[in-house]
């Protein structure tokens, strides 16, 4: 774990450590109705941070996780995953409520992906802010699953947040 330790430190620039995580943790129910209807897509209503370094500093302040979605204009996945998935209002709309979300072109941010060991694209990561590895999803999926799947990560970071500052207050 070292060796992939030290690899990170190229990442400095951007603030983000990446330590892998085992994700265990039960998402919270849906709401009734939550993602019921996919009648309609529109185009992402989510707001995206322009680096993964404005990414970091918000999701420091705000202690929300970030998640990284790595992408590329000529994958058609990615483009599946956009129109269908996280463009749905609802899906938007806890995306914006509940992370600091950031895209990154697989093409143009190589060196990042190489370290977060990306390799087959849509690929979603979350991060604890402090560069922690919560969640690593590939390929699309449907909102549900989706939501499922980020959900369980954010209870997660959650959980160690708890645990993390829990033995300061002793």
Same mark, same amino acid.
């Given at each position: 774990?070292?060796s992939?330790k =030290?690899?990170?430190q190229v990442?400095v620039?951007t603030?983000?450590i &990446?330590s892998a995580?085992r994700l265990?943790? =039960?998402?919270p129910p849906?709401?009734?109705?939550?993602?019921? !209807?996919f009648?309609?897509?529109r185009?992402?209503?989510?707001?995206? *941070?322009?680096?993964l370094?404005?990414?970091?500093q918000?999701a /420091?302040q705000?202690?929300?996780? %970030?998640l990284i979605?790595? *992408?590329a204009?000529w994958?058609?996945?990615?483009?599946k995953?956009?129109?269908q =998935? %996280? !463009?749905?209002? /609802?899906?938007?709309?806890?995306?914006?409520?509940t992370?600091i979300? &950031?895209?990154l072109d697989l093409d143009?941010d190589?060196? @990042?992906?190489? @370290?977060?060991? &990306?390799?087959?694209i849509?690929c979603t @990561?979350i991060?604890t802010? *402090?560069?922690d590895? #919560?969640s690593?999803? &590939?390929?699309f *999926?449907k909102?549900? =699953?989706?939501?499922?799947? @980020?959900?369980k990560?954010?209870e #997660?970071?959650?959980?160690?947040h708890?645990v993390?500052?829990?033995r300061?207050s002793?």
């Open positions: 774990m070292s992939f =030290t690899m990170l990442v620039m603030g983000v &990446v995580s265990t943790a =039960t998402p849906l709401p009734e109705g939550y993602l019921s !209807s009648a309609s897509f185009k992402s209503a989510v707001s995206w *941070e322009k680096s370094k404005a990414a970091h918000h /420091k705000t202690n929300k996780p %970030i979605l790595f *992408e204009s994958c058609r996945y990615c483009k995953l956009d129109t =998935t %996280i !463009s749905h209002p /609802k899906m938007a709309s806890y995306i914006n409520k992370f979300p &950031v895209r143009r190589k060196q @990042i992906a190489k @370290i977060l060991g &990306v390799k087959k849509p @990561i991060l802010p *402090e560069g590895m #919560l690593k999803q &590939v390929g *999926e909102p549900v =699953t989706y939501y499922d799947k @980020i959900a990560a954010r #997660l970071q959650d959980k160690v708890q993390k500052y829990s300061f002793r």
